[in-house]
């Protein structure tokens, strides 16, 4: 199983668009994937998909159910761990509710290949949490300075706080190749210069696409909507690269549940 986290520092730079279409990409890969909900925010999985699951998290967290309960089965053939405020909660666990949990992760993890997890805006604790937690990450940033900005500062944290030392980028809403690349370049030589043991790699860049506010404003993922427009080829790509990536020491169910305990 590999385990990824999606975050960005800012907001409203497309992660949850991303995360959805990801996963319907390494479907079309014949992969089992699952998304871990942890955004708290208002652009939440389950809204994109315009589905209402009636349990989520938190029933976890108090014990009421077992994680494999609160699983949702997509039309996809994707799965999802919906969100909720428990995702607050399951950055304070004790030990004993840590092995509770990890029992059931355990379970419900191995069915997968794919464990995604959609973070929230800023650089909160449960947003380096999951990043710690995940064993790989990808910063999502745009061409704004800001969101430049924002993803050099969420590297610079997780690298401080946790020692994370490895991310990949993906710049959306670019207009060409170029200034994704561009961008890359920048936030690398910014790196290289002043966080030198960090390793950036660049997964690709996506372009700005209306397609993807009309699948928001429909709840259709842009890759069955738009099939064949730029950005769902690309996604397409960025997956394949992705999924050819799959770094050994970064993997693994096992590798996950330490984590978890001792975090
Ligand atoms: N590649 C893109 N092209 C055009 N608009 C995009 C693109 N990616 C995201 N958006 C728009 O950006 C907004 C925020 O997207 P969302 O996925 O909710 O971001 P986040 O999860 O980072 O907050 C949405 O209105 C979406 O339509
Ligand atoms: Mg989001």
């Known amino acids: 199983?590999?385990?990824?986290?999606?975050?960005?520092?800012?907001?409203?730079?497309?992660?949850?668009?991303?995360?959805?279409?990801?996963?319907?990409?390494?479907?079309?890969?014949?992969?089992?994937?699952?998304?871990?909900?942890?955004?708290?925010?208002?652009?939440?999985?389950?809204?994109?998909?315009?589905?209402?699951?009636?349990?989520?998290?938190?029933?976890?967290?108090?014990?009421?159910?077992?994680?494999?309960?609160?699983?949702?089965?997509?039309?996809?053939?994707?799965?999802?761990?919906?969100?909720?405020?428990?995702?607050?909660?399951?950055?304070?666990?004790?030990?004993?509710?840590?092995?509770?949990?990890?029992?059931?992760?355990?379970?419900?993890?191995?069915?997968?290949?794919?464990?995604l997890f959609d973070s929230s805006a800023g650089i909160s604790e449960n947003v380096l949490f999951f990043m710690y937690l995940a064993g790989e990450r990808i910063v999502l940033c745009t061409p704004e300075p800001t969101s430049i900005a924002d993803a050099y500062a969420l590297i610079k944290v997780a690298y401080k706080h946790y020692k994370i030392k490895e991310f990949y980028l993906i710049v959306n809403m670019i207009k060409d190749e170029t200034e994704g690349k561009r961008i890359y370049q920048q936030l690398l030589y910014v790196i290289e210069r002043f966080l030198p043991e960090i390793k950036l790699s660049y997964l690709g860049g996506l372009p700005f696409d209306e397609c993807v506010k009309t699948s928001i404003k429909s709840q259709v993922p842009y890759l069955k909507l738009c099939p064949e427009n730029n950005i769902s080829k690309k996604l397409v790509q960025l997956t394949f690269k992705l999924f050819k990536f799959n770094p050994q020491e970064a993997k693994g169910l096992e590798a996950f549940l330490e984590r978890l305990i001792t975090s």
Do not use: C, W
Not at 25 to 51: E, R, S, W
């Open 1 to 115: 199983m590999r385990s990824i986290a999606i975050a960005s520092g800012k907001g409203g730079v497309g992660k949850t668009s991303f995360v959805i279409n990801l996963a319907l990409a390494l479907v079309q890969y014949h992969q089992k994937v699952l998304i871990f909900d942890a955004d708290l925010g208002l652009a939440n999985v389950d809204v994109m998909l315009g589905i209402s699951p009636k349990f989520d998290i938190k029933y976890v967290i108090n014990g009421e159910l077992n994680l494999k309960d609160i699983i949702y089965s997509t039309e996809y053939n994707f799965d999802l761990v919906p969100a909720s405020s428990g995702i607050v909660e399951l950055t304070h666990l004790n030990s004993n509710q840590k092995i509770l949990l990890k029992a059931q992760m355990e379970e419900v993890f191995k069915n997968y290949d794919y464990l």
